[in-house]
Antibody
């Protein structure tokens, strides 16, 4: 069974940093691209970042470019999102998502709250 | 960036009704269109990819159609578990973009 489990969300002050993790199981992790998608409280879905299966291709939304870094460790079946210079508008539930036929599996989400 | 516009933003329907949600892309995206269902406080669930193909395990009462810029999601014979918010999303090019969502409520 495919499982994607997000973790690492927390309360952090503006300007602070946080690292999210996503652990995948039940499939050959290195064969799939991955994304992070977020959802601010009461709002819709917003794509954040993409990483290809070999890490050779990476994309970011303009709203996080230069502040967030996506990475993956295929040996550990994990993908990460390093978030620096956090702002109040980064407050959201962050979902890790597998790219199969479009997004086919989602993590359960992890809440990041940026507030003083 | 490609803008995705859904209509309506919300609708009320009864169990057994057929409902249709529309999604329009600001430029042609061929069939690179997906639909997701989200219930309150839950992660989204993937329903449809390539505009009309059902993800594994999705009931056949869900169907999608369209290509280019205009797409629809139809739920035939609405079931109690179908009351949720639905999002379309283009994956023709990055940045991937989502519609604003359509909330399907019980009448």
């Amino acid at each position: 069974e495919v499982q994607v489990v997000d973790s690492g969300g927390d309360l952090v002050q503006p300007g602070g940093s946080l690292r999210l993790s996503c652990a995948a199981s039940g499939y050959t992790f290195s064969s799939y691209d991955m994304n992070w998608v977020r959802q601010a409280p009461g709002k819709g879905l917003e794509w954040v970042s993409f990483i290809s299966r070999s890490s050779s291709t990476i994309y970011y939304a303009d709203s996080v470019k230069g502040r967030f870094t996506i990475s993956r460790d295929n040996a550990r079946n994990s993908v990460y999102l390093q978030m620096n210079s956090l702002r109040a508008e980064d407050t959201a539930v962050y979902y890790c998502a597998r790219v199969g036929s479009a997004i086919d599996y989602w993590g359960q989400g992890t809440l990041v709250t940026v507030s003083s | 960036d490609i803008q995705m516009t859904q209509s309506p933003s919300s609708l009320s329907a009864s169990v057994g009704d057929s409902v249709t949600i529309t999604c329009r892309a600001s430029q042609g995206i061929s069939s690179w269109l997906a639909w997701y269902q989200q219930k309150p406080e839950k992660a989204p669930k993937s329903l449809i990819y390539a505009a009309s193909s059902l993800q594994s395990g999705v009931p056949s009462r869900f169907s999608g159609s369209g290509s280019g810029t205009d797409f629809t999601l139809t739920i035939s014979s609405l079931q109690p578990e179908d009351f949720a918010t639905y999002y379309c999303q283009q994956y023709n090019s990055y940045p991937w973009t989502f519609g604003q969502g359509t909330k399907v409520e019980i009448k």
